[in-house]
């Protein structure tokens, strides 16, 4: 190991149960974090830090005002410029940790793109707030035998659990169907900043045993925890189910269905459109949208604002249609102001 390494990875060096051989495999992993939301920041943070040698971050939306509250890499000049949260966390996290690959990917997770971002990782880490997403995960991840951690945070509680393919139960072993539940999300019931943090650290730390292959000591528990009661239960997570459509009968439908639907952001008030995906010249877009309504560019995205609307268009021609719930509506701004 590089002395340069060695004295900044010391302290965890020092942690019998990881030792010097496990910093090394750190330092030789790569890990995958989908969602660079408050889980999201908090895992890359965290991973970044404990010197895992490749991290590559997905997000697909920007920042806001409203994430400052949890989500840890993000400060108030990343929401003025609206600057889409992988590359500000990836510009954040590379003064931070020189010495690691850091790879930012403004993208929507999809069964199209899913191969080139998740393949080869080492460990898969859930920062997503959807089951569509994580369902998606799970089985490219079963699939092609990847460990992935789930993790969930919402309001005053958080859920935990880990899923090594073939060994432990899969996340449709244990949620056929999304939850009832699956729409309650921070968006709608709010969270507390210190769930998402204490969620992640528990996901990281899962993560961390993965790659330093100490696969012996990952926990065999489904973990739900409540802040605000202070209760943590944990039930044993059972084997792989034979019945199950993922991992035991292994139809991966989520993989085939190659969705480009527009997506409500769950209470948002958004439309995600991603319909016609090409290149766009954002410059420009912008220079042609000038004469109609207020816009800023920057190299990552395009703010146009046409109150009570505003789109937000990313390079690889997917929009954001904020101030609508209305799929058929944003579909029909897309049209009139981006093109098809
Ligand atoms: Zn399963």
Not at 45 to 50: F, G, K, Q
Not at 89 to 110: C, H, K, Y
Not at 174 to 192: D, H, K, Q
Not at 311 to 331: H, N, S, W, Y
Request: some cysteine; overall charge positive.
């Amino acid at each position: 190991m590089r002395s340069r390494d060695r004295q900044r990875y010391s302290r965890q060096i020092l942690v019998r149960a990881l030792g010097e051989e496990g910093q090394q495999r750190l330092l030789d992993s790569s890990a995958v974090i989908a969602g660079c939301g408050g889980l999201g920041t908090f895992l890359a943070d965290a991973l970044c830090r404990a010197g895992v040698g490749r991290l590559v971050l997905i997000d697909r939306d920007y920042v806001e005002f409203s994430n400052l509250q949890r989500q840890c890499l993000y400060r108030e000049s990343d929401a003025e410029e609206g600057l889409p949260k992988a590359v500000a966390a990836a510009r954040r996290l590379a003064e931070v940790n020189s010495d690691i690959q850091i790879q930012a990917e403004v993208a929507d997770l999809t069964a199209d793109n899913i191969g080139r971002l998740l393949g080869g990782a080492g460990v898969v880490l859930d920062g997503t707030d959807n089951f569509e997403t994580r369902y998606l995960m799970n089985d490219f991840c079963v699939k092609n035998g990847i460990p992935w951690v789930y993790g969930g945070a919402v309001a005053t509680y958080g859920t935990v659990m880990t899923v090594l393919p073939g060994e432990t139960a899969c996340l449709k072993c244990v949620y056929p169907a999304a939850p009832s539940n699956g729409n309650v999300t921070c968006e709608t019931v709010g969270v507390l900043n210190t769930v998402p943090a204490v969620v992640a650290a528990l996901q990281a730390s899962e993560a961390i045993k993965i790659l330093a292959g100490k696969r012996e000591a990952v926990s065999r528990r489904i973990t739900s925890l409540d802040v605000w009661s202070g209760l943590v239960r944990q039930i044993k997570q059972p084997g792989p189910d034979p019945e199950c459509a993922a991992c035991g009968r292994r139809e991966f439908v989520h993989l085939d269905a190659a969705r480009r639907a527009p997506v409500t952001l769950c209470g948002r008030n958004a439309v995600q459109i991603h319909e016609a995906p090409r290149q766009v010249n954002l410059e420009e877009t912008a220079r042609r949208l000038q004469p109609l309504g207020q816009v800023r560019v920057n190299p990552y995205v395009l703010r146009f604002s046409i109150p009570p609307y505003e789109i937000t268009l990313f390079p690889d021609g997917r929009a954001i249609i904020k101030g609508t719930m209305d799929t058929g509506l944003a579909r029909s701004l897309y049209a009139r102001y981006i093109g098809m």
